[in-house]
């Protein structure tokens, strides 16, 4: 089955410690991408990957970093978290960079304390 | 910067009437554009698109959008309401050019009324 694998789905964590979110996904797609959902503000992207070691800022990176080492993967890593890092986040993949859908992850909510 | 904007955070609507759902772009290009539903607890699900060509594009589960160049608008329509249409609705655009984001709106939550 053709999916996007986020973990883990619920986390909660105190401000300061380092937390990696994994995403994976099974299609053999180009373009992944992280985005931040709040209310009110819709989904914000925060970095999105190209390909196999090329990633690019979105509109929120502050505070984040990803990496993209192999195709399949592209974890969203906090390397000093803070409240207002409290989200909903999701990542997301399509086969090129333009004009495809993008395929969801479930999503992974993230309270910082 | 491009921006999209979904007109009504809020939309309720009783079942069997019509749902209209808005949504304007601002970039003078147009660019790729989409309509995602996200059920509660879940991550989004592509409705429908419009890449090029045939200005009135139909989706999954009834729904259909019409692209109006003149009016920068992508609004997202369904002639009778059901009860499983209550759900986020998130217009979302991407250029056909230049950078490589795509860009959400706020998002419109749909009620639906018995």
């Known amino acids: 089955e053709a999916q996007v694998t986020q973990n883990p789905r619920y986390l909660i964590t105190v401000t300061g410690k380092k937390l990696t979110v994994t995403c994976s996904q099974n299609?053999?797609?180009?373009?992944m991408s992280w985005y931040r959902q709040d209310p009110g503000l819709g989904l914000r992207q925060i970095y999105y990957?190209?390909?196999?070691?090329?990633?690019d800022k979105g509109d929120v990176p502050e505070g984040y970093k990803v990496s993209r080492k192999e195709k399949r993967n592209f974890p969203l890593i906090l390397e000093s978290p803070s409240p207002n890092q409290t989200s909903l986040y999701f990542c997301?993949?399509?086969?090129?960079?333009?004009?495809?859908?993008?395929?969801f992850g479930s999503g992974t909510q993230l309270s910082v304390l | 910067a491009q921006s999209v904007t979904q007109l009504g955070s809020h939309v309720s609507v009783s079942e069997g009437a019509l749902v209209l759902l808005r949504c304007n772009y601002s970039?003078?290009?147009?660019?790729?554009l989409f309509w995602y539903v996200q059920y509660p607890n879940q991550g989004l699900q592509l409705l429908l698109k419009?890449?090029?060509?045939?200005?009135l594009v139909k989706g999954i589960n009834g729904f259909e959008a019409e692209f109006k160049k003149s009016e920068t608008s992508f609004h997202l329509t369904k002639p009778s309401a059901h009860m499983s249409d209550a759900a986020e609705y998130f217009c979302?655009?991407?250029?056909?050019?230049?950078?490589?984001?795509?860009?959400f709106g706020a998002g419109t939550r749909l009620f639906v009324k018995a």
């Open positions: 990957s190209m390909n196999v070691e090329v990633t």
């Open positions: 299609m053999n797609h180009e373009y």
């Open positions: 979302a655009v991407t250029p056909h050019t230049g950078g490589f984001k795509t860009i």
């Open positions: 970039s003078s290009v147009p660019p790729y």
């Open positions: 419009y890449t090029t060509g045939a200005t």
């Open positions: 997301a993949s399509s086969l090129r960079l333009r004009g495809e859908k993008l395929f």
